[in-house]
């Protein structure tokens, strides 16, 4: 099986806030994990871990762009030069809204749950 290079785009993650579907998003993140696939996420964070943009939890790599779609943008194009992601799953509206305008020209697949 081919292995696969996945981002997650998502306004919340367990380690930042506590919600249902940051859990969800976490458990479905370390289950394709474990069958080896290369999988980030990247997330606004909240005001607590404003200061920390990058961060690797158990073995997932986090990437914070706080509220600002600009800097989200930079870490998109800077992960997928280095990645180049054969899928984007999009978890909630603002993340989603932060990637999909840089992903037209790849003709990554995107996925909205």
């Not at 367990?14 to 696939?37: F, I, N, R, T």
């Not at 992601?85 to 993340?95: K, Q, T």
């Amino acid at each position: 099986m081919k292995k696969l290079n996945i981002l997650f785009a998502t306004d919340i993650v367990p380690k930042d806030e506590e919600g249902g579907s940051a859990v969800v998003l976490w458990e479905l993140a370390k289950s394709l994990q474990l069958k080896k696939h290369k999988v980030a996420i990247i997330t606004k964070g909240n005001k607590t871990n404003k200061d920390k943009l990058y961060e690797n939890c158990e073995g997932i790599d986090v990437y914070r762009y706080g509220n600002n779609l600009l800097k989200c943008k930079k870490i998109f194009n800077k992960l997928n030069f280095e990645l180049k992601f054969d899928l984007i799953v999009g978890i909630h509206p603002y993340s989603s809204l932060g990637v999909l305008p840089f992903i037209g020209k790849s003709k990554i697949p995107f996925l909205y749950i």
